[in-house]
T-cell receptor, first 113, second 114 residues
Framework: EADIYQTPRYLVIGTGKKITLECSQTMGHDKMYWYQQDPGMELHLIHYSYGVNSTEKGDLSSESTVSRIRTEHFPLTLESARPSHTSQYLC????????????FGNGTRLTVT | AQSVAQPEDQVNVAEGNPLTVKCTYSVSGNPYLFWYVQYPNRGLQFLLKYITGDNLVKGSYGFEAEFNKSQTSFHLKKPSALVSDSALYFCAVRDADSSYKLIFGSGTRLLVRP
């Protein structure tokens, strides 16, 4: 089973609310990622981090922000949720070596009403 | 630029028959190639990878994949499908010179009918 944990699993929230999606891993991985998965299945990289105090935006423009204060923790925050943010959010982590696979959490399914 | 294509949105096979899920890629350097599976309401699970060496790679749950450099393909295969193999399958590629960026294909839904 995965050593990467996401909470909550499901979240229904009203427009304009601030939310934080939690992601933690116990493997000591330096690299962490956030992906957004749309209903058509495709994965889009929205944020990534190489280590503490390192964060970068991914390929898909996102109104979310991330922080990396501790190696094991990579939370994603939406300051003001909108219906267009409704999606599945997947967190992943990996070793620094390029040939290592990513480990994924079970995701947070967010619905903004 | 690197990219990966999964040309089939869905693959349908009967239980017991062999299955193939196709993947082609484009990278400027040497590729690291991966297959992942996603079951409903779960994250992606790693199945297998190709880094170097033998072109036929064996992975979890009886799956294997064949790396073909000339055709830039990395098709996923299984000799005998199970109903429980029904899931979403993602191919991914990473350029060996760009270790952070893993590019995923659009996914293929595999449906194995009894």
């Amino acid at each position: 089973e995965a050593d990467i944990y996401q909470t909550p699993r499901y979240l229904v929230i009203g427009t304009g609310k601030k939310i934080t999606l939690e992601c933690s891993q116990t493997m000591g991985h330096d690299k962490m990622y956030w992906y957004q998965q749309d209903p058509g299945m495709e994965l889009h990289l929205i944020h990534y981090s190489y280590g503490v105090n390192s964060t970068e935006k991914g390929d898909l423009s996102s109104e979310s922000t991330v922080s990396r204060i501790r190696t094991e923790h990579f939370p994603l925050t939406l300051e003001s949720a909108r219906p267009s943010h409704t999606s599945q959010y997947l967190c992943a982590s990996g070793e620094m070596t390029g040939n290592s696979p990513l480990h994924f959490g079970n995701g947070t399914r967010l619905t903004v009403t | 630029a690197q990219s990966v294509a999964q040309p089939e949105d869905q693959v349908n096979v009967a239980e017991g028959n062999p299955l193939t899920v196709k993947c082609t890629y484009s990278v400027s350097g040497n590729p690291y190639l991966f297959w992942y599976v996603q079951y409903p309401n779960r994250g992606l699970q790693f199945l297998l990878k190709y880094i170097t060496g033998d072109n036929l790679v064996k992975g979890s749950y009886g799956f294997e994949a064949e790396f073909n450099k000339s055709q830039t393909s990395f098709h996923l295969k299984k000799p005998s499908a199970l109903v429980s193999d029904s899931a979403l399958y993602f191919c991914a590629v990473r350029d060996a010179d760009s270790s952070y960026k893993l590019i995923f294909g659009s996914g293929t839904r595999l449906l194995v009918r009894p």
